[in-house]
T-cell receptor
Framework: QKEVEQDPGPLSVPEGAIVSLNCTYS??????FMWYRQYSRKGPELLMY????GNKEDGRFTAQVDKSSKYISLFIRDSQPSDSATYLC???????????FGKGTTLSVSS | GAGVSQSPSNKVTEKGKDVELRCDPI?????LYWYRQSLGQGLEFLIY????????KSGLPSDRFSAERTGGSVSTLTIQRTQQEDSAVYLC?????????????FGNGTRLTVT
């Protein structure tokens, strides 16, 4: 079992839809959870950062962490065509030296 | 200010040749990372430099891979005797400190194709 599992999709939704992206993980030492967005032929950019369990909201984006279930989610409200990208979850423990990434989910939002 | 810069953006090489990939991190960032992104495989950690500490090389897939960081700034990833399975996008990232409290800033990568 890989440390971080993420459904690669692709996921296609119409403009305005609510999108739910998810990752599961196996290492209970992970405490810091991030979502990166990657456009085609570009490097990933940080979208959301969460420490431990709970929710964090930033505009149309909400990140949720459930450490008891080892499950994290990213919700996108009122999705836009500009949200079309690959979304990568990433996580690390306090003693870790490098982020562990999921494989990424490719999202396409059609107008 | 300038972001993380990687060169070349694309590299095509013949199997068995050596290649060098360059990364210029953001000025003042003490941490530097190399990741590899293959189709359908996500980002694979290769190596991590933090200040003057010994690098964490635990992700390097074989002894054909090596990296150095000169003067705490520019880094070069070298792949010797390239194989077709080395074809991937090699991404460099830098940050102000530890990855648990400092966001990684990625370059746009070097797309390596081994023929």
């Amino acid at each position: 079992q890989k440390e971080v599992e993420q459904d690669p999709g692709p996921l296609s939704v119409p403009e305005g839809a609510i999108v739910s992206l998810n990752c599961t993980y196996s290492n209970s030492a992970f405490q810091y959870f991030m979502w990166y967005r990657q456009y085609s032929r570009k490097g990933p950019e940080l979208l959301m950062y969460t420490y431990s369990s709970g929710n964090k909201e930033d505009g149309r984006f909400t990140a949720q962490v459930d450490k008891s279930s080892k499950y994290i989610s990213l919700f996108i409200r009122d999705s836009q065509p500009s949200d079309s990208a690959t979304y990568l979850c990433a996580m690390i423990g306090q003693a870790g030296t490098a982020l562990i990434f999921g494989k990424g989910t490719t999202l396409s939002v059609s107008s | 200010g300038a972001g993380v810069s990687q060169s070349p953006s694309n590299k095509v090489t013949e199997k068995g040749k050596d290649v060098e990939l360059r990364c210029d991190p953001i000025s003042g960032h003490t941490a530097l990372y190399w990741y590899r992104q293959s189709l359908g495989q996500g980002l694979e950690f290769l190596i991590y430099f933090q200040g003057n500490s010994a690098p964490d090389k635990s992700g390097l897939p074989s002894d054909r891979f090596s990296a150095e960081r000169t003067g705490g700034s520019v880094s070069t990833l070298t792949i010797q005797r390239t194989q077709q399975e080395d074809s991937a996008v090699y991404l460099c990232a830098s940050s102000r400190g530890r990855p648990d409290n400092s966001p990684l800033h990625f370059g746009n990568g070097t797309r390596l194709t081994v023929t």
